[in-house]
């Protein structure tokens, strides 16, 4: 057939892929080598399968039908441009992440670390965001999300220590609540409209009553929020993530919140497309980013530092999707993409800091930047970029989402180009204080005499360059945000791309039933 | 997931078979009017899972998520409208049948439950081999912020900033005033307020020590 069905092709593996090795990992617990080749070879196919969604998205959604089931009857997979580019971030990372692991030997301890279960974990989490990425109906958005969870609570509680136990109840009983919530959500939603299908329902919701839609326009949110950490909903988020393995925290920081967000973006453009709960999302966006960076200025300890400047900047992502505009729309985007990579580079080179240093408390480290300058590269580029320094890709989407801030010009919007403003002066505090204290101060205590294996450097060394890379592309790169935020804000075109009017798809007729009913009179 | 889905929903759920564009004939042409044990049952299911998740023991967490996701099941049922015959062509007239897309999603949901309920029942069995108990315990920030307290406490102790009773005229009836001739100074005047401890509002038979409110205080 023609190009399209090459790309249509593509759709299902990043699903398929790591789910069928994460099977097949299970199965061959005993060879660890095996294992690993196992491992590289499918997220390096996903990668590949991605940057091909990511090219093909670009002429428009693909949609392909799950066992040939027509849009409204079975489930599909719809990758447009936003998903194709989520998608490929995020497989870049978690391969990154899956090597670096490898370099350490998988949290290098055998006697900690169940080895055998990491690696099929770790493709179940990736099948999971994949899905959650990919998902063009409701309930799978929902499984998807279950199948990512249900991973994470496996990779934080690793090994089964006292402290990631405990952190993992907590993590495990609040996503367990969220779960729940969404599930009353698709329960309503389908009372209400009869169907689950993304597209099927931006056509229906409208003409469901405003506050029955508000209800369920809530209820997705809270969800979503719970997921995304947003400032009420965030307190889970940097108790639990830095107990885990260096790893683990560096995945999670950068993949998990994210998918909240995504799921907010779809959602609010896709099925409430009429913007009535902006206000609340801005407050809610300032808040994020206030109080989060607040929190993270009075973090002594880096992991928690990170984790509490991942809440914070959530609040700019949540700022360009509540101003409801393309340009605020294709600014966040970017800024998801930014902070991906940023955020995962930062949790992992501060494992290299934690093996260096034996500690990541900020009063026991010292000196690094005698003892490793490499490190102290390392750390100083991406710790920039997340503050914001100009030229780099963090300044890039803040200068977007203040631009448009400041376009629109309500007192709300400049209360958050200013809230903004004062964040990424913070979050510089924040990491100028981590970065004098790790690397410049005199070691309090004696640092131990450790190396830090190549193996790790390399994974964290490219998702340094990749992250500076992205300052480079950041012309090629934004204008396809753009493009991505102009489909969103036109939910006409992915309903089209479901539903195309000519070609008899979305009826949900099988042809079975239409020769049945031929034959039986219509029952 | 739900490979069920396909299998079943295409023969012939109501809702989905509709045309996309005709929703107002889908919304007329199903009853979807609640049974009301149905929509007790989601009630009780709710707020008894809210209590318990309440609660501090994982375990009893758990109950409360399974009772609450069991609420969310039967939320689906009332969703899929009027129960009916199995949606099976030939066996059932197409106007009687179930809506057997809210089966679909409902299994799924149960199967996810159940491989959750496992891994909670699990970190909670190991939470108990570590520990003892399966309390769920206070997240650091919160034992930072408690340490921080008891440290500084100390510093706001003295005679001066002893409370010895709940509400200011409790502390009144407590406080010897030695301006005042008969020492029964304040008592007298608020001679209403409650006494505490079982002391008599009135200080007069035993002028009072520096320590007396103090002691009452205590015996609270």
């Not at chain 1, 109906?137 to 934080?156: K, M, Q, R, T």
């Not at chain 1, 509540?322 to 930014?338: D, N, P, Q």
């Not at chain 1, 101060?441 to 450097?457: D, K």
């Amino acid at each position: 057939m023609n190009l399209t069905y090459g790309f249509a092709t593509l759709v299902p593996l990043p699903v398929v892929l790591p789910l069928f090795a994460a099977g097949l990992a299970l199965a061959l617990w005993r060879h660890t080598r095996a294992q690993h080749i196992i491992s590289v070879a499918a997220l390096s196919l996903v990668l590949a399968a991605s940057i091909g969604l990511l090219v093909g998205a670009d002429a428009g959604p693909i949609v392909v039908d799950v066992g040939e089931w027509a849009a409204p009857v079975g489930i599909d997979l719809v990758a447009d441009r936003l998903s194709a580019l989520m998608l490929t971030v995020s497989s870049f990372v978690l391969l990154c992440v899956l090597l670096y692991s490898l370099g350490q030997g998988v949290a290098d301890g055998h006697d900690k670390a169940p080895v055998s279960i990491y690696h099929p974990t770790y493709l179940v989490l990736a099948a999971g965001v994949a899905n959650a990425f990919l998902s063009g109906d409701l309930f799978n958005l929902y499984v998807g999300f279950e199948i990512l969870l249900a991973a994470s609570y496996v990779l934080l509680t690793l090994g089964g220590t006292g402290e990631r136990i405990r952190a993992g109840s907590i993590y495990v009983v609040v996503a367990l609540l969220s779960s729940v919530i969404f599930l009353v959500a698709i329960a309503l939603v389908y009372a209400a409209t009869g169907t689950v299908n993304l597209a099927q329902l931006a056509e229906r919701l409208p003409d469901v009553e405003p506050g029955v839609r508000m209800t369920l326009q809530l209820l997705l949110l809270l969800a979503f929020g719970i997921k995304a950490a947003i400032f009420p909903l965030s307190a889970w988020l940097p108790d639990s993530y830095p107990t885990a393995p260096a790893p683990v925290t560096a995945v999670f920081a950068g993949l998990l919140t994210k998918v909240g967000v995504y799921a907010i973006i779809r959602t609010q453009t896709l099925l409430f497309p009429d913007n009535r709960l902006d206000t609340v999302l801005m407050w809610l966006a300032l808040a994020t980013m206030v109080i989060g960076i607040l929190g993270a200025v009075a973090q002594n300890d880096i992991k928690r530092l990170l984790s509490f400047t991942l809440v914070s900047h959530i609040g700019y992502m949540i700022f360009g999707i509540a101003m409801a505009s393309e340009a605020g729309m294709a600014a966040s985007i970017f800024y998801v993409v930014h902070h991906i990579t940023v955020q995962t580079t930062l949790f992992l080179v501060v494992g290299l800091i934690e093996r260096r240093g034996g500690s990541t408390s900020l009063d026991k480290l010292g000196g690094l930047a005698k003892i490793a300058p490499g490190l102290a590269i390392l750390f100083f580029v991406p710790a920039m970029n997340l503050a914001g320094i100009p030229p780099l890709s963090g300044f890039l989407g803040k200068v977007g989402l203040i631009q448009e801030g400041v376009a629109q010009g309500t007192p709300l919007t400049w209360a958050l180009v200013v809230g903004s403003v004062v964040t990424s002066l913070l979050t510089l505090y924040a990491i100028v204080k981590a970065w004098n204290k790790a690397f410049w101060q005199t070691a309090p205590v004696e640092l131990p005499a450790a190396s830090t294996p190549r193996g790790m450097v390399g994974p964290a060394t490219a998702l340094v360059a990749f992250g500076v890379a992205l300052t480079f592309a950041a012309g090629p790169l934004y204008s396809y945000a753009e493009r991505a935020a102009g489909n969103l804000m036109e939910p006409q075109t992915y309903v089209d791309a479901v539903f195309p009017g000519d070609s008899g798809r979305g009826q949900g007729v099988s042809s079975d039933l239409v020769e049945e009913e031929q034959e039986g009179g219509g029952s | 997931m739900s490979p069920t889905n396909h299998l079943l929903a295409p023969l012939l759920l109501p809702t989905a078979d509709v045309d996309p564009a005709d929703v107002a004939r889908t919304t007329d042409s199903i009853d979807m009017t609640p049974s009301l044990v149905m929509v007790l049952a989601i009630g009780v299911l709710f707020a008894a899972g809210v209590y318990l998740l309440l609660e501090r023991s994982l375990t009893r967490v758990l109950i409360g998520f399974i009772l609450i996701g069991n609420g969310a099941n039967l939320m689906f049922l009332v969703a899929g409208g009027r129960a009916g015959g199995a949606p099976l062509i030939g066996t059932t007239p197409t106007d009687q049948m179930s809506d057997p897309l809210v089966q679909a999603m409902v299994l799924t949901a149960i199967v996810i439950t159940l491989g959750l309920t496992a891994f909670v029942l699990a970190m909670a069995y190991r939470s108990w081999q570590l520990h003892g108990h399966d309390e769920v315990q206070d997240d650091l920030e919160d034992r930072r912020v408690a340490r921080h307290a008891a440290r500084n406490a100390p510093a706001f102790e003295d005679t001066d900033t002893e409370e010895s009773g709940e509400t200011l005229d409790d502390e009144a009836t407590q406080a010897y005033d030695e301006t005042d001739g008969d020492g029964d100074g304040a008592t007298g005047l608020r001679g209403e307020g409650p006494s505490r401890g079982g002391t008599p509002p009135s200080g007069s038979a035993t002028p009072p020590s520096g320590s007396a409110g103090t002691a009452g205080g205590e015996g609270r």
